[in-house]
């Protein structure tokens, strides 16, 4: 720990004691309190009224027991969470992740990093996160919707268009969607706007499939592009295979880069002739395959077994698009040996905190979760607006709201780093330009 001021020190070790067990949370917030020592001293305010106390507990926890049958006509037990973390700017926003690895801590990292997130797209939207430790692979579409009709039976008395708006997250994309949209509507008789990424016939908005993704490579054309640099002739390796990797490979490509390597949790692809996008769409969207199929199709391409190898290919931006601390100290000296000269992060923390210092270190561009992958959230926010209108914009309107926030955020944040003297520190910037807005409502809004 790196903290020097005794007042969030100590801050962060009330929460550290009062989530025991809860590392990736406790990585969320050590992070977020070292940016913000520089505001700290500038307005002692937050301190005293308890800000920085209240924006690391969440104002609610939601847990519950989701039992459905499965095919073999068994019951099964699976756990439910809903973390509405902040609402100070906004209705709670945030997606929920179906995968065995979810428990209280993973949801409330996410929690966390979503109310900064939120903050930095610029719309009225606050931080939660929600899941369940329900693992969706394998499962037939019957036992998925049985599980989602199940999760949003006890879900739906916590929900509602003006009151907190889950989206789809690992594990979590249109068909779940669906099924938990459909239930909720058939429970409380309501048609609104309370999960976004739903399909385009009920509600949903053009663009939102791909927005993570193309916001994510947005962001990182905005960022090389203030570098007198940008996609073109690049070489790009992506890890994941799911929503945020397909259509980050589709906008870098289309930007004039070779996307070269991707990966699934079990092992990665790298075809140096580029990857064929539209196969892995077939292999991942339609057929639900692994992505070692991909070799089916491309014998002349490779197949390693193990997801940590793909930093191991020479590439010059990375965009690491599956998981949390998917790229570590020794992955990130690797991808810095081999050139790498610019790390945007698609999925939620990805990289640990010593291989975000190895890439600051050695002068690397990086471009954090918060920011970088804000894409998705916005969107889903425009969901909304067409919602509560009844009413749809096009795809290029969408897609072009969504360009403009991913600009304006590089843009935010980089000046927000340089205000407080750590220019070209965009991990530092994010947390900073997010947790202001977020802090100057809860002083307005008194002692809730
Ligand atoms: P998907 O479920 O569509 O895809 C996830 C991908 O990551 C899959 O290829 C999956 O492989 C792989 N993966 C998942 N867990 C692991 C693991 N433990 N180790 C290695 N690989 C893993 O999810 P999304 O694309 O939606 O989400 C990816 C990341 O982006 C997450 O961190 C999410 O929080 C973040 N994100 C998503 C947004 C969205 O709009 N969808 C918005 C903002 C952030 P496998 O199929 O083998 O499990």
Redesign the pocket.
């Known amino acids: 720990m790196k903290l020097t001021n005794k007042a969030l020190a100590e801050i962060y070790e009330d929460v550290k004691k009062r989530n025991p067990n809860e590392p990736e949370f406790h990585q969320a917030v050590i992070e977020v309190l070292e940016s913000l020592e520089p505001v700290i001293e500038k307005h002692p305010e937050f301190i005293e009224k308890g800000i920085m106390a209240r924006i690391v507990e969440p104002e609610r926890i939601i847990k519950f027991r989701v039992p459905w049958v499965d095919d073999n006509g068994k019951v099964q037990v699976n756990r439910g969470f809903r973390i509405q973390f902040n609402s100070a700017i906004g209705p709670y926003k945030g997606?929920l992740?179906f995968?065995p690895?979810v428990y209280e801590g993973i949801i409330k990292f996410?929690g966390f990093e979503q109310i900064f997130k939120n903050s930095l797209t610029g719309l009225p939207i606050g931080g939660g996160k929600g899941g369940s430790d329900f693992d969706p692979?394998g499962k037939s579409d019957g036992e998925v919707m049985r599980f989602c009709q199940s999760f949003m039976t006890e879900l739906c008395k916590y929900i509602g268009a003006d009151v907190d708006v889950p989206?789809?997250?690992?594990?979590v994309?249109g068909r779940e969607i669906g099924f938990m949209y459909g239930q909720y509507k058939r429970i409380t008789g309501k048609y609104e706007g309370v999960l976004t990424g739903k399909g385009l016939t009920y509600g949903g908005s053009l663009a939102r499939t791909e927005?993570?993704g193309f916001g994510l490579c947005y962001f990182t054309e905005a960022l090389l592009n203030d570098h007198k640099d940008s996609f073109k002739g690049k070489t790009v390796v992506i890890?994941?295979?799911?929503?945020?990797?397909i259509y980050a490979n589709q906008k870098a490509t289309e930007y004039g880069a070779k996307v070269v390597a991707m990966?699934?949790?079990?092992g990665y692809i790298y075809d140096k002739k580029g990857i064929d996008l539209a196969y892995v769409k077939q292999l991942k969207e339609v057929e639900r395959k692994?992505i070692k199929e991909y070799l089916v199709k491309h014998p002349e391409a490779e197949y390693h077994e193990g997801?940590r190898g793909i930093w191991t290919v020479k590439c010059d931006i990375a965009l690491p698009?599956?998981?949390?601390n998917?790229i570590d100290k020794e992955s990130a000296e690797i991808l810095v040996k081999n050139g790498c000269k610019c790390v945007c992060e698609?999925?939620?923390m990805?990289s640990t905190p010593e291989a975000i210092e190895v890439f600051q270190g050695n002068g690397v561009f990086f471009g954090p979760?918060k920011a970088a992958?804000a894409g998705?959230?916005a969107t889903s926010a425009l969901e909304m607006c067409q919602n509560s209108a009844r009413y749809s914009w096009t795809f290029e309107e969408v897609d072009s709201k969504l360009k403009d926030i991913m600009e304006n955020i590089y843009k935010n944040i980089s000046a927000a780093a340089k205000e407080y003297g750590m220019d070209g520190n965009l991990v530092a910037g994010a947390n900073i330009a997010g947790f202001m807005k977020v802090a100057n409502a809860m002083m307005a809004q008194g002692l809730v």
């Not at 989206?167 to 594990?171: K, L």
């Not at 890890?239 to 990797?245: D, E, I, P, T």
């Not at 698009?321 to 949390?324: H, I, K, M, N």
């Open positions: 997606g992740r995968h690895s996410l692979h989206a789809g997250d690992i594990g994309g927005a993570t890890s994941g295979s799911g929503n945020v990797a990966s699934d949790s079990n692994r997801c698009c599956a998981t949390q998917e698609g999925a939620n990805p979760a992958n998705g959230v």
